[in-house]
């Protein structure tokens, strides 16, 4: 827990140090350059204890040394155009790319922290107004999952949010589609983002925001009834049946943010440009995350979508009226390291 709060202090420090005197865009690249760089050491170099599935994903990696190249590309063939059982291929054919290269695991933990924390870190850094807060939000309530737990869906979530995020955004979606479809190779579920790229630049009118009102209500309603069909086509029908224990307290932050963000539509969509972009997606994680209340697997959907709120909780702050503003930040950072605290996640390096 203490190298955690540790790099939250260096946060804090660094955003003081850069962002406070004089703010430049060369000091919040730098500063988001900093940040990533933190993350990349913690993810990197942890242990292979740390994380539900890293210990797991060594074995498979150790054990997929042995396959040939013509076993892996008939995996991904058969993935495509046989329907065969087989899961993720386009992981594996990563993995065998990279064991050219290196054939130490640990080497394997570095790449993926460089990939996903350098692409959300250009993502902050191009879309947060606070790139501070949008970290504290990520070390606090995401990392447990894409820094020190998930492979495939940590690299799948790099490449279809923080880079299909922007190729919608802009209706790129020739790229976008290249960028889903090797996403999906690494992991199915990644699907689930085309949503967003579908809906990204409707306008939010009087009668779509009713119909997407509905249509969350009518998701919420369902619940439980949507989870084994989903599962199945996702490939995730194997999930403990049971909720995780804090998922429902996770699911109820985000939904206060999500809500929080409804409110103060008049304030965003007069300064942000992409505003209807924030708003679609926050659509897509308020229905995701009503759904985590009734089964903790619906959590796989949400994960790509819950991200938004590091970019949202930053415009809440600065919504506030100035005098208020500071009182606000450190109301919202205290709660947020708090929750941390209370986790009681353990952290070691590799080599201690």
Not at 155 to 161: D, G, P, Q
Not at 327 to 347: D, E, Q, T
Request: aromatic share 18%; with cysteine.
């Amino acid at each position: 827990m203490v190298f955690y709060f540790i790099n939250i202090v260096l946060i804090i420090g660094w955003s003081f140090i850069l962002l406070k005197n004089k703010p430049s865009d060369k000091k919040k690249k730098i500063y988001c350059g900093i940040v990533a760089l933190q993350w990349i050491v913690l993810s990197g170099l942890r242990d292979w204890s740390i994380g539900a599935d890293t210990y797991a994903y060594y074995i498979a990696f150790e054990r997929d040394k042995s396959l040939s190249w013509s076993q892996i590309l008939t995996r991904c063939w058969d993935y495509l155009f046989n329907d065969l059982v087989t899961k993720d291929p386009g992981y594996y054919l990563l993995q065998k790319i990279f064991q050219v290269f290196s054939d130490d695991y640990q080497v394997f933990l570095i790449f993926i922290a460089v990939l996903f924390t350098g692409l959300m870190a250009r993502w902050i850094y191009k879309y947060s107004s606070m790139p501070e807060l949008s970290f504290i939000i990520y070390s606090t309530l995401f990392y447990s999952f894409y820094a020190v737990t998930g492979h495939r869906q940590t690299i799948a979530t790099a490449l279809i949010v923080f880079i299909g995020y922007e190729l919608a955004q802009k209706k790129k979606f020739l790229q976008f589609a290249i960028v889903a479809f090797v996403a999906y190779m690494i992991h199915k579920s990644s699907v689930v983002f085309i949503l967003f790229a579908i809906i990204a630049n409707i306008n939010l009118s009087f009668i779509y925001v009713v119909v997407m009102s509905g249509a969350i209500l009518l998701v919420s309603l369902l619940g439980i009834r949507l989870y084994g069909p989903v599962a199945l086509a996702l490939g995730f029908e194997e999930e403990a049946l049971d909720s995780v224990g804090g998922a429902n307290t996770y699911a109820l932050v985000l939904l206060i943010f999500c809500l929080i963000t409804f409110c103060l539509y008049p304030w965003i969509s007069k300064n942000r440009l992409d505003a209807k972009n924030l708003y679609n997606m926050t659509f897509l994680t308020t229905a995701s995350t009503l759904l985590i209340f009734q089964h903790q697997g619906f959590m796989r959907i949400q994960q790509y979508y819950s991200l938004i709120i590091m970019i949202t909780a930053p415009e809440i702050i600065l919504s506030v009226e100035k005098k208020y503003r500071p009182f606000v930040y450190w109301a919202m950072i205290a709660v947020l390291v708090a929750h941390l605290l209370r986790s009681g996640a353990k952290y070691e390096f590799f080599f201690m």
